[in-house]
């Protein structure tokens, strides 16, 4: 099966409405993958919670199991929900647990309190990938809201971010794509964010708008209403024409405010 591995690799990108049965769950994602692979795409992320999203935290804790054998890419089920990159062969290639947790309360709309069934990440991970020339910084879903990773994944040379997502419907609509293009305009990194869409139960609904955005900032692919994906190519050298052209990383001010290190721990492939 012929995959786009030229000097601009096609990547695919899912947007899934998972809910607590995991068995239809894993169903909808290995159509989207064995779609994507069609399209030759080297690529494919999948959103947080592809394999289930439980109705409350003792489901959640209940569904919890070993990784699915199929190729996927995404974060999988664990108490410490890592995204976790899988190579051509499935094999585990690196994990990543969600360094922040969502404990948060939007009066009268959405509350969440993730730390009731997650452990947070220790390290960062910013794995080298062979089916794309670059290294992929992952992040997961929270984890957007705060610069500070993406910047020291940028530092540890990241070129694509990930952000597997399942965000509310409430904080999508206000924050999700400003967010994703500030992060890749900061970085002057590709953002990846694959979303849940739609209702997964009775008591939530996620956002969707699954999209990849350019070093520049500009959305270059984005999920419509439902289950899909989107695809984009991966363009190193107009990444660093743009990293040439507007050389922030050479012009921060360390002295000043101090430097965002490199991460505490990365894995290669």
Known sequence: MAVSLGPKPLVAVGQVTSTPDKEQNFSGCAALVR????QGACLVFLPEGFDYIGRDSAQTLSLVSPTSPAPLRGPVA???APSAPLSLAGRLAAAYRKTHLCDVELEGRVTMKESSFTNPAMSCVCPDCPLVPDQLGLSICYDLRFPEISLALRHAGAEILT?????TFPTGSAHWEVLLRARAIETQCYVVAA???GRN????MSYGHTLVADPWGTVVAQCSEGPGLCYAEIDLE????VRREIPVQSHRRADLYGTVGKPK???GI
């Open 35 to 38: 779609a994507a692979a069609r």
């Open 78 to 80: 664990h108490p410490s």
């Open 163 to 167: 952000y597997p997502s399942a965000f």
């Open 195 to 197: 979303a849940q869409t």
């Open 201 to 204: 139960h009775e008591g939530r």
């Open 238 to 241: 107009y990444l660093h024409r």
């Open 265 to 267: 721990a990365t894995q």
